[in-house]
């Protein structure tokens, strides 16, 4: 039995409720007239633990936040989630008095040594947010959020409500360190003001890395000041793809689309990630899916055929080369990357690289003559470790998709296992880091139904209890290769995903259920009572005008 089903036994003080209560479920939960007012409590992800105990906090404009030094951060958040819906401007101020009711935020080494654990506590009198760095305040403020009125989560104001939170201790943190969301804005292209929506729904559910996919054959979509070809040719495609892409006869709607993100653009969206405790892992693809970059400077390709941006879906055979003078022009790209994004880990995708082209291009067997390697496998394993000597001098790790083991896997990488859990096994085994990303499992662009209900996907079948059922750790690893196992991510690849609606379709509530997966301790709720709770959690994406899918409710 998980520990917080238990009543608590210690001595009770005589004039305080205190019960120890099961998020979401009834058979713990006292008789209606002994809880205080709204006390349902529906948090998610689910925190370790949750002690009801005491009189509930109102919110009022009286109240202040209090926050200093790095905490001073959360409490700005914290104060700007709160104004829309209440009106309340709320002073973030570094000490108060008795006379207002206090939001204090505190930095508290003592409480963990994972700076993501906080400690959240709700009497009548103060709210106390607890975290031994800011990482931790980001998730209490999160937290402190869904104790509120769903109204709290709405952009306009609302009266008629009382911002009430109930009298509660919770104890968290969370069960993985990498804990993610993807989003391919290359086969769509999605907004700046949107991604920074989808990196609001991310921290609201304790996601802490955006895995912004930004290079690939259909599109490329970071502004490269050095070659600005990359965006004045690469971003645009002539037309789209129509239906699958396994349909015959092929159609095409006709219809340029593109779209690229400018470098002021990219900080500012770095920017407010980091404002709400996420780092942003861009994801540059090479030597596969380069089509567009190649369309814009033909040189990096190994055909003389002029090639347009693709508006096809599926794998290209149009890889970089491996002149010198491609390498030099990644690694300036890299250059101009690593100065946008601060995050330790740059992912170089790896994935799908055909070997049709290397195979007889004489500068690709010359240049395996020279370096003695075998096979084209060997290649790809070459091209990426000169990607991560390249990124290490820099200071920074690798990340790759599982292609990346195919000749041998670069010094210091890190493994995004996606083609089932064996790539994960494989560089866990071999002492490496993964993130454990099986499409199976967590690949949002699959059918969550059957597919002739849904409007096309890609394939598969990944309901939201298949998701809240995985688990990221394979059974297969041994201990000291299972700290190996750095968390999980869901992952949204755009070509059957045009608009925002379908988007949120896709990932919302699955990604919810995924929240639960790597943030929450291993022994899950069954997935009946992770549904229930999830019912009340919508409303809160209500509120936001999330176009989830309800289907699963
Ligand atoms: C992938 O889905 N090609 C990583």
Aim: glycine share 8%; aromatic share 10%.
């Amino acid at each position: 039995m998980p520990k917080q089903l238990l009543i608590e036994s210690d001595p009770i003080p005589d004039e305080v409720e205190l019960i120890i209560i099961d998020l979401g479920s009834t058979p713990q939960m006292p008789p209606e007239d002994t809880l205080v007012e709204n006390q349902t409590i529906y948090l998610l992800p689910k925190p370790v633990t949750v002690i009801e105990v005491g009189q509930p906090f109102e919110l009022t404009s009286a109240a202040q936040i209090v926050a200093t030094g790095d905490a001073l951060a959360a409490g700005n958040l914290l104060a700007d989630y709160l104004r829309p819906a209440t009106g309340f401007v709320l002073p973030v101020v570094e000490a108060t008095d008795a006379e207002h009711p206090v939001l204090h935020l505190l930095i508290d080494p003592n409480i963990s040594d994972d700076e993501e654990a906080y400690r959240l506590e709700v009497n009548a009198e103060s709210v106390t947010l607890r975290a031994p760095a800011l990482a931790g305040l980001f998730h209490a403020v999160q937290t402190l959020r869904q104790l509120l009125p769903p109204e709290i989560y709405g952009a306009s104001l609302v009266t008629s409500i009382r911002w009430s939170m109930p009298g509660v201790t919770i104890k968290d943190q969370p069960r993985f360190p990498w804990r993610g969301g993807h989003l391919d804005v290359c086969r769509h292209f999605f907004p700046a003001h949107y991604v920074k929506r989808y990196i609001d729904l991310l921290a609201l559910h304790k996601f802490n890395r955006f895995h912004w996919h930004l290079t690939d054959d259909q599109g490329w979509r970071i502004e490269i000041k050095r070659y600005p070809r990359l965006t004045e040719v690469g971003a645009w495609r002539r037309e789209t793809m129509l239906g699958h892409w396994s349909d015959q006869p092929r159609r095409f709607d006709g219809k340029p689309h593109g779209g690229f993100y400018s470098q002021d653009e990219i900080r500012e969206i770095v920017a407010y990630a980091a404002a709400r405790g996420i780092i942003v892992v861009p994801e540059i693809e090479m030597p596969g899916h380069a089509q567009a970059a190649i369309a814009a400077y033909p040189e990096l390709g190994n055909v003389d055929t002029p090639l347009e941006v693709s508006g096809e879906w599926g794998i290209s055979d149009n890889v970089f080369n491996v002149e010198e003078s491609t390498f030099t022009f990644l690694q300036n790209v890299l250059l101009e990357v690593l100065d946008l994004f601060p995050s330790p880990y740059i992912h170089i995708g790896g994935d799908e690289v055909p070997k049709t082209q290397w195979n007889t291009s004489p500068t690709a067997q010359a240049y395996m003559r020279a370096h003695g390697l075998p096979d084209a496998h060997a290649l790809q394993s070459d091209f990426i470790r000169r990607m991560d000597r390249f990124l290490n001098a820099h200071g920074r790790t690798l990340v790759g998709w599982d292609e990346i083991l195919e000749g041998g896997l670069a010094d210091n990488a890190i493994v995004m296992s996606w083609r089932g859990e064996e790539g994960g096994i494989e560089a866990a085994g071999q002492g490496h880091d993964v993130v454990m990303t099986p499409e199976s499992d967590t690949y949002f662009d699959h059918y969550q139904f059957d597919p002739s209900s849904e409007g096309v996907a890609i394939g598969g079948l990944t309901s939201l209890e298949k998701v809240y059922g995985y688990e990221p750790v394979p059974a297969a690893l041994a201990p000291d290769q299972a700290k190996h196992v750095l968390g999980s991510q869901g992952q949204l690849w755009t070509e059957y995903v045009p608009t925002i609606e379908r988007l949120e379709y896709m990932v919302y509530p699955r990604m919810c259920a995924l929240a639960e997966v790597v943030w929450s301790p291993r022994e899950r709720d069954a997935y009946a009572r992770f549904v229930d709770r999830l019912r009340t959690h919508v409303k809160r994406l209500d509120q936001m005008g999330v176009n989830y899918c309800r289907r699963a409710l």
